[in-house]
């Protein structure tokens, strides 16, 4: 290989490389809106218009045991991050009280939350306005 075809190939190598740097992480599983997905501890799902959410895992959970009858139902925080244009935001959600939550030109809705140590969240990303399922 000649030092000009050299340095081309390391040009263009380069290249690729910065361009890959600059543009937005999209890494996880593609998410359409008003369809429900699962998400675990440390998981990242890709969003529409080049944004993304990432599941942290739960702060706290002081749900009621199944098969136990309690007074309260407990409550669970599930924590997440969501990217957009270079910004993160903090998110969380509430079993107790699954509000949709506004992000961006959506509303995120937690569904539902496994049990255990590193529970499994579902989620419903839906477009501002739309929002209107239930917590399982």
């Known amino acids: 290989m ?9 040009a263009t ?8 740097c600059s543009s937005p992480v999209r890494t996880g599983a593609p998410v359409s809106t ?6 675990e501890p440390g998981g990242r799902a890709a969003l529409p218009q080049q944004a ?6 739960v702060d706290s959970d002081s749900r009621c045991p199944p ?8 409550d669970a925080q599930v924590r997440l991050v969501f990217e957009q244009s270079g910004k ?3 998110v969380v959600l509430h079993t107790a009280n699954p509000t949709p939550q506004p992000l961006g030109p959506w ?3 937690l569904v539902g939350l496994e049990r255990g140590a590193a529970p499994t969240a ?3 990303l839906d477009q501002a306005g739309a929002a209107t399922g239930q917590q399982r």
């Open 34 to 39: 008003s369809q429900p997905f699962t998400l």
């Open 107 to 109: 509303t995120l809705v």
């Open 13 to 20: 190598a380069l290249t690729a490389i910065l361009a890959g």
């Open 88 to 90: 993160q935001v903090q």
């Open 2 to 10: 000649s030092p000009l075809t050299k340095l081309f190939a390391s």
């Open 122 to 124: 579902t989620l419903r």
């Open 67 to 74: 098969d136990v009858q309690c007074v309260w139902a407990g």
């Open 52 to 57: 993304s959410l990432r599941y942290v895992g």
